[in-house]
């Protein structure tokens, strides 16, 4: 039996690889496109950022019925009542927390793992929480088969953050909290940054930087947002 679907499979290949180079180069320049026009067009200027959104491939990130939406400048829904960001917003809450190489960085809201893989491009190591197991699952699978070994990811309830990798030197949450989990704030490293948009699920949502500094915490906000609502079991 192997030797004839060796065959099977390998009669296609020519057509095959000529229609995948050709998908290819339509996303290569969508993507270009999408950072040109929608993210530095926009001010984001952080070099890392803006070389890991060129990178980082978001068409594998959306289901198969919004492929051909991957690089459109809006959010997209990727199943369980959740959706993937706007590409401009990913882009903006990275560079809000000052990415560096050594980073060891918590994301709440795994979704379907294109933050944590725009994050693990510019930083050391990324922790990821999903509360909804199947998408936590998908993304693990999605990010060990793109290749990266800098991101481990969780099912479960993110308000706690992570305590066994913590202090962290930035989290970034990618649901509308009702207000700013006290366990995260525990959890940044002195000097640390987390992002983290605040508000009900029907208003317009508030996106907070909270930073530690000299033993305070400063919370200032920076743009109004809308984020799907921050899931946490009581």
């Known amino acids: 039996m192997i030797p004839s679907l060796l065959k099977i499979v390998c009669s296609g290949i020519p057509v095959l690889l000529l229609g995948i180079s050709f998908q290819q180069d339509r996303f290569a320049v969508a993507r270009e496109q999408m950072v040109n026009q929608q993210i530095e067009a926009r001010g ?16 594998h990130f959306v289901p198969e019925a919004y492929r051909q939406l991957a690089y459109a400048d ?28 050594h980073y060891n960085v918590l994301e709440i809201g795994t979704g379907s793992g294109y933050q944590a893989a725009v994050l693990a491009e510019i930083t050391a190591w990324v922790y990821t929480i999903e509360i909804v197991e199947e998408l936590a699952c998908q993304a693990e699978e999605l990010l060990l088969n793109l290749g990266y070994k800098n991101i481990y990811v969780k099912a479960g ?41 605040v508000g009900g699920e029907h208003q317009i949502q508030t996106l907070k930087v909270v930073e530690k500094k000299n033993g305070k915490v400063i919370i200032l906000n920076v743009a109004p947002v809308r984020f799907v609502p921050f899931i946490h079991k009581e």
């Open 44 to 59: 984001i200027s952080h070099r890392g950022v803006l070389a890991a959104m060129r990178k980082v491939e978001r068409h």
């Open 74 to 101: 809006q959010p997209l829904p990727i199943g369980y009542g959740q959706t993937i960001s706007q590409p401009y917003i990913v882009a903006y809450m990275t560079e809000l927390i000052q990415p560096r190489p």
């Open 157 to 197: 309830d993110g308000y706690s953050g992570w305590k066994e990798h913590a202090p962290f030197d930035a989290i970034v949450v990618t649901a509308a909290a009702d207000s700013i989990p006290k366990p995260l704030v525990e959890q940044l490293k002195e000097g640390g940054i987390m992002v983290i948009p």
